[in-house]
C-alpha cells in the first residue's frame, strides 16, 4: 500500500515563507511525477507544481518564481518551498505521485490527506 504524508502546513503572516514536505511509504515502481496541489475554499483542486522523472519541472503561473518543487534523489521525499505568500496562497495543499506499484502495473495517482496552509494579510 502506498502511503503519502504532508507533516507540517500552519499560518504564516503575508510575505513569509513555509515549507511542505511529503513523505512517500510503501512498495512503489516508478513514479512519473510528484505534484503538489492546492484548493482554497469554494474553489477546484489546482495544480501548483510538478516535478517529473526526468526532473523537469513546473508551475502555476500564479506561483511561478516563489515556489519550487524539489525531490529527494530516493524519490520517498517531495518538497514544495514557498515563499512571498500571498492570502491567495491559503488552501489545503495535497501532496500527489503519479506511479506504477509494479513493471506490469498502470500508473495511477496516489494522494495525501492534505495539510492546511493559512496566510494572514
Known amino acids: 500500500q502506498v502511503q503519502l504524508v504532508e507533516p507540517g502546513g500552519g499560518l504564516v503572516e503575508a510575505g513569509g515563507s513555509l515549507t511542505l514536505s511529503c513523505v512517500v511509504s510503501?512498495?512503489?515502481?516508478?513514479?512519473?511525477?510528484m505534484n503538489w496541489y492546492r484548493q482554497a475554499p469554494r474553489k477546484q483542486r489546482e495544480l501548483v507544481a510538478t516535478?517529473?522523472?526526468?526532473?523537469?519541472?513546473s508551475y502555476a503561473d500564479s506561483v511561478e518564481g516563489r515556489f519550487t518543487i524539489v525531490r529527494d534523489n530516493g524519490n520517498d521525499r517531495v518538497y514544495l518551498l514557498m515563499n512571498s505568500l500571498k492570502p491567495d496562497d491559503t488552501a489545503v495543499y495535497y501532496c500527489?505521485?503519479?506511479?506504477?506499484?509494479?513493471?506490469?502495473?498502470?500508473?495511477?495517482?496516489?494522494w495525501g490527506k492534505g495539510t492546511l496552509v493559512t496566510v494572514s494579510s
Open positions: 510503501g512498495s512503489i515502481y516508478s513514479i512519473k511525477s
Open positions: 516535478i517529473r522523472s526526468s526532473n523537469s519541472q
Open positions: 500527489n505521485i503519479f506511479g506504477q506499484r509494479g513493471l506490469w502495473s498502470s500508473a495511477m495517482n496516489y
